[in-house]
């Protein structure tokens, strides 16, 4: 306490000059502010550096005049019980005056100012802001809510700029309180008897200074709650009685402000209820309104969003399960044993916008077989999706029927037939036969699979059939062999065999086949797609795999039949003649067969061609086509009918 | 970033030929970027009165299943606008889009030519549509 009466004092001394001279100092910045102490009131400007004029005051520790408090000090006894007011860092500088108070407590219940002739009257500080309008008992020209010290010469012309700020960190507005001042005859040194006395405090001031002049603008009890209230003030109480109390106040860091003129008044409805560091100018109000609007929005905006998010989060919880349903009507798992083969899948969508559309299936039609599907639906997207199960599930039906690959294919494309080209689906069926070993397969403008470690010669792949959808006849080949134990039929898709490589090169059939033979005895499909990844540059469609190994050790017999369902039209193309001479059918038996078909397809529309090639011979066969066409219920050998010619 | 392009062959169109016949030439990669220019390219010339279309991929270094279905589209569009016909002139050289379409199983839709005297010789005479027996099952 010692020390803040000391520094009080201190600032008495300037104080002294800032009050008498009151504004003009501020304002004007006389030079005779030290010339003007009174008398008795110890000059010392206690680490504290005034300039004169447009004085600089920069007080470590400012002391803070109460408002309503006159006190006059020192030689005067004045007893300040409970005057706890410390100020950490006011900085005074003037004239624009910038006083930092950063917050001040002011607990000034009483203060007793005995012989001094200088009555103070503290408690209820009406605090009014310093920014209104001029009103009340500051009618000196001073501006709204500026401490004004007034009592020194002149009427206490109200400084233009303020002599004190007090800036609540946390917005507190800084009201001034005015409250008059009797200074008493004692203090009156001033020309004007009236000494204003200015206090303001800052939001959650705790102070409450009843002004006697009850000019307050506006009380301070809404800040009651705050810890820290700063009052500061001049008290303008003429040249003798000038009491300037530090206020401090431990937990309140008052923010400096400037502190100039300001007058917006929904600033000062705002800072009734949200401390303002008052007083502001009026060119800043609007702006300060603006950037709390701002605030406002962004805020709700925020919290907007983060609801949404968390909404979203849910809904792609949702969809993940979804897409998983829907990937296993695609790609279902498929067990490592199904019937006698061994069987290893994988899939991998594509890099890029077209993924999806690949879809496999393994299942058992009827004992002692096993049938394969593997396919890919051009375009992307959810309707080439909706097409692959489509294909899948009308393919796996037909074959759970009994029917062959090729009359499954048939089938298939006269009834997914889609006039939307785009999604056409390009499949390759096959059925395992464990008891024969052997392997019967079919394609609708599809790869061939792999076939390796066949003891009979490479299928024949000319004359294909064209892709499920493009209205046209498909499931027209058709290739038997047989699959001794030990050999590997892979199926896959042409993402494969399409996949970039450097030079803008396509991986390739015949690196496919490398990359196969690689992997050994039991491929696996997973190791398979990996590699053709590592292999390529890029994959910019879906790859799918699916690689049988029969397990059965029995004598196989060797096997390999060709089948060709031909038109008219495709005779006249040379289709068919194409075909029997890479099957290797002798010409003059290729001539006869072909003239054989014609006068077949001429009466039924299509010819069955059937070539069974061996080591060294290929024998051609010319039928007509099942009753019913494709609808093929049971193993077409043993069906009566169809006269094998040749 | 695919090379790809395709234009009218200049000398067919500037030679005697009937008014619904027209000779495009596309080259680089016809791959799924390209079959959009592909497809409008082939759909002016059907919608500009063109009933006989042959293609020229002999300069075409890559093609792929969109493509394809492009082409097939085209044929079928050729129906819808009364008959047509649609043909690919590609050499024998040119193994990989030749592997394509064979695997693809066109021919029973898109005439293929083993050269430009074969395809143009086709456009000659009086071409027919391909499209139409979608269910082809038993006697005509």
Redesign the interface.
Known sequence: MRASIAVVASLLGLGAPLLGLGVPLLGAGRAEALSLLPDGVPASLHSAAVSLPGVAVSLPSVGVSLPGVGVSLPSSGVSLPSVGVSLPSVGVSLPGVSVSTPEVKVSTPEVDVSNTGVTVTTPEVSTSTPSQPSSGPTEAPSSPGTPTGSGGGGGGASPSEPSSATGDEHGGSTTATTAAVDAGAAARSSPTSQAKAVGQVSAGGGVNVRSPASHSRRSAEHRRDRAGGSAAGTIGSGAGARAVIGLKDPHAALASSEVKHGSGDPLEAIGRHIPLPLPVPDWSKPIILVLLALALWFAVRSRTAGRRARRLEGQQATLLRDVDAMQAALVPAIPARVGGLAVSVAYRPAEGP?AGGDFYDVFTPERGKIAIILG?V??HGHRALTQAALTRYTLRAYLQAGLEPRAALALA??VL?D?R??H?A?VAVAVYHTAEGRLTFAS????HPLLHGLQTREPV???????IG?????G?RQTTVSLPPGAVACFFS?GLI?ARCKG?E?LGRERLEEILAALGPRPDAEKLLARVGAAALAT?DDMAACIVVPEMTGIAERVHIEELEA?A??LE?G?VRRFLETCQVLTPDIEQAIKRAGDIAA????AVLRVELEATTATATVTAPAAG??AEMHDRRSRPGGRPLV | MSFFYIGDDMTFEHSEHADDAVLLVAGGEIDFAASPRLRERIADAIDAGRRRLVLDLSKATFIDSTAVGVLVGAVLRLHEHGGGSLGVICAEENVRVLRIFEIAGVESVIALYRSREEGLSALATVGDARVGRASGHGPR
């Open positions: 077209a890919d051009a375009g494309g006269r037939a006039r080209v785009e056409f390009t609708a403008g599809h790869p792949a000319v004359c294909a059939s064209p892709p493009w209205t046209v006849p498909t027209r042409d399409e803008a396509l910019p038109d039209e495709a193309r289709q009466v039924f529309g299509t066409s494709q």
